[in-house]
């Protein structure tokens, strides 16, 4: 069974940064899209950013150019550096795996979440 462990949330000023990561365990990252998601409150899960085999990476329009997803394949961890945040950036954090390579559709597998709360 695929398990993801995310890390690195907590609370960070506008304009600030933070970093998450996601490890993963029963799963070769490489090998597969993955992906971050967020959700707020009372609002719906939102993709956040994806990242496929062959390291092209997809960003929502509201994290474009502030948000970087990577990989680390020597830990098998998977990374999302948040920079100039904003306070609409606050919400739990998903990390997913998903069973393709390449079209980053659907995603089966997800972690807990950590919690992003960003501050004006």
């Known amino acids: 069974q695929v398990q993801l462990v995310e890390s690195g949330g907590g609370s960070v000023q506008a304009g600030g940064s933070l970093k998450l990561s996601c490890a993963a365990s029963?799963?070769?990252?490489?090998?597969?899209?993955m992906g971050w998601f967020r959700q707020a409150p009372g609002k719906e899960r939102e993709r956040v950013a994806t990242i496929n085999t062959r390291d092209s990476a997809v960003y929502a329009d509201s994290v474009k150019g502030r948000f970087t997803i990577s990989k680390d394949n020597a830990k098998n961890t998977l990374l999302l550096q948040l920079d100039n945040v904003e306070p609409e950036d606050t919400a739990r954090y998903y990390c997913?795996?998903?069973?393709?390579?390449?079209?980053?559709?659907?995603?089966?597998?997800w972690g807990q979440g950590t919690q992003v709360t960003v501050s004006s």
């Open positions: 029963r799963y070769t990252l490489i090998n597969y899209c």
């Open positions: 997913a795996a998903s069973s393709t390579a390449y079209t980053c559709r659907t995603f089966e597998n």
